[in-house]
């Protein structure tokens, strides 16, 4: 992953990081590049909200997923960490707050 210094994306990669389950995917996904279903049962939640954290992570860039095909015929999707490093300091957050778009409220008609 590129080093983050623009405000909005490093609010989406802090938001990706952001959860606890999150962060057992990634210190799972550190050790080896994992299936969906071994990722699931490894950390004891469904895979339709195994999917919700992985889509999260990989919109991120902190992630890959890609499909392979098993011994027996079967696609699989295997998801990979992919190497980062967030240097987070009060002078990348002041960098990065001149660059955040801030959403407007909506105005009561």
Not at 2 to 20: I, R
Not at 40 to 58: D, M, N, Q, T, V
Not at 73 to 80: I, L, S, V
Request: proline fraction near 4%; charge should be positive.
């Amino acid at each position: 992953m590129k080093h983050t210094n623009y405000g909005d994306e490093l609010l989406k990669l802090l938001e990706a990081l952001s959860n606890p389950y999150r962060f057992k995917i990634i210190a799972a996904l550190n050790e080896e590049k994992q299936y969906v279903s071994q990722l699931a049962r490894e950390l004891g939640i469904s895979r339709p909200l195994l999917y919700l954290h992985l889509h999260k992570l990989e919109a991120a860039g902190l992630i890959k997923g890609h499909h392979e095909i098993s011994k027996t015929g079967k696609a699989m999707k295997f998801f990979e960490l992919l190497p980062f490093s967030i240097p987070l300091d009060q002078n990348l957050i002041s960098h990065a707050a001149a660059t955040v778009t801030l959403k407007k409220k909506k105005e009561d008609k």
